[in-house]
């Protein structure tokens, strides 16, 4: 089993940054993708952002491109989501998910952390 705690999460101003950090811990942690996800009050949850885990290749949703990035650290089993230039319409609440094989959707997720920007 796999766990994942994600942490970092607040309040901030619009405009400011923030950065979330996501460990995982369990079993022998070799995920195929990690992704995080986000869901606002009436909203349907997205996913933001993913990384390979083993190659490092990312991708992002059109809505975060070029504010939002998304690293690992291979090491210490963690994933990251850096968050620049936040508007109010990026308060959710950001989980973090883990794919364990190409052949399985996220079946590993965190209980999410929430941001909340003021404006």
């Known amino acids: 089993q796999v766990q994942l705690v994600e942490s970092g999460g607040g309040l901030v101003q619009a405009g400011g940054s923030l950065r979330l950090s996501c460990a995982a811990s369990?079993?022998?942690?070799?995920?195929?993708?990690m992704g995080w996800f986000r869901q606002a009050p009436g909203k349907e949850r997205e996913l933001v952002a993913a990384?390979?885990?083993?190659?490092?290749?990312?991708s992002y949703a059109d809505s975060v491109k070029g504010r939002f990035t998304i690293s690992r650290d291979y090491f210490k089993n963690t994933v990251y989501l850096q968050i620049n230039s936040l508007t109010p319409e990026d308060a959710a609440v950001y989980s973090c998910?883990?794919?364990?094989?190409?052949?399985?959707?996220?079946?590993?997720w965190g209980q999410g952390t929430q941001v909340t920007v003021s404006s």
């Open positions: 998910a883990a794919r364990s094989s190409r052949n399985k959707p996220y079946d590993f």
């Open positions: 369990g079993r022998t942690f070799s995920p195929y993708f």
């Open positions: 990384i390979n885990w083993s190659n490092g290749i990312t």
